[in-house]
């Protein structure tokens, strides 16, 4: 299947001689859902910037829906959609009026009953008249978003789009955006939320400090990289670890009252049997296990604390 945007080679050095983006090859396949992870100043928002066609590239290709996003700007733009970070709009215009403004720069009809469903899908039809001024943060949030899609963008770019917005908000978005992939749109955001790539995403890619580490199936990449870990509540809490059991690197926490163990679920041998049979020895009882997978967090950082020590 023809990827639906292709990155090749692209990279970003500015005047001053910082590099902000390392040479990054990427293609998003049309109807998935693509996740950029990576902390504050990791090059998320630079690559979007060069796809959108907000910052030229230092080198590299770039390829949306057949379109040269470099040398055939306004055919690509006209099928991308962006949200960006920061708030971009007419403060005192209306929402109604600044979301059709949006669909006519990319010489769209004024088609009401599409804006219409927009705002609905977005909890603004009854804030329709309302001044962008007059409204609360996450309501500006949604304004920016129903822009991105006034044109009917193929291709949906979310640039950290929960950054300070409540959580009842955060799942309002991520309903919406599973409505949009429904419908055939392809979206990509960037966001440093681990829940929200782990909500949504089907592939994720890990960035920091301008280098792509992995691009992965997040079910793939939990598979391969997640470990599981298991709580024992004891009976009787514990001053310190005994020597004897140091080979299971334990973690005594709770004021002594549990032990952590964290295992591979993938291994031949996970330790556990081996681990319980030593207490049961060592007359340690106790009163409760309790198992749990990583969470995309988990592995994010180890990612990241890997890549450290390897520099």
Known sequence: MQPILSVRGVSKTYASGHRALEPVDLEINKGEIFA????????????????????????????????????D???????????????????????????????????????????????????????????????SGGMKRRVLIAKALSHEPDVLFLDEPTAGVDVALRRDMWKLVHKLRAKGTTIILTTHYIEEAEEMADRVGVIDKGKIIL????????????????????????????????????????????????????????????????????????KDLETSKSSLEDIFVDLVERKEQAA
Request: a neutral charge.
């Open 36 to 71: 950029l992870l990576g902390p504050n100043g990791a090059g998320k928002t630079t690559l979007i910037s060069i796809i959108c066609g907000i910052v030229t590239p230092s080198t590299g290709t770039i390829t949306v829906m057949g379109h040269d996003a470099i040398h």
């Open 73 to 135: 700007f306004r055919a690509a733009r006209s099928v991308i959609g962006l949200v960006p970070q920061e708030l971009s709009v007419d403060m005192f215009e209306t929402v109604l009026a600044s979301v059709r403004y949006s669909r006519r720069l990319f010489g769209k009809a004024g088609h009401d009953a599409y804006v219409e469903e927009v705002l609905r899908d977005l909890s603004l039809w009854d804030k329709r008249n309302a001044r962008i001024r007059e409204l």
């Open 215 to 286: 691009i992965e199936q997040k079910t793939e990449l939990m598979k391969k990289l997640g470990k599981r870990q298991m709580l024992i509540a004891l009976q009787e809490p514990m001053a310190a670890l005994p020597e004897a059991l140091a080979e299971w690197h334990l973690a005594l926490e709770d004021d002594g009252a549990t032990l952590r163990y964290v295992f591979d679920a993938q291994a031949e041998r996970t330790g556990i049997p081996s681990l319980l049979r030593k207490l049961a020895e060592m007359g340690i009882g106790f």
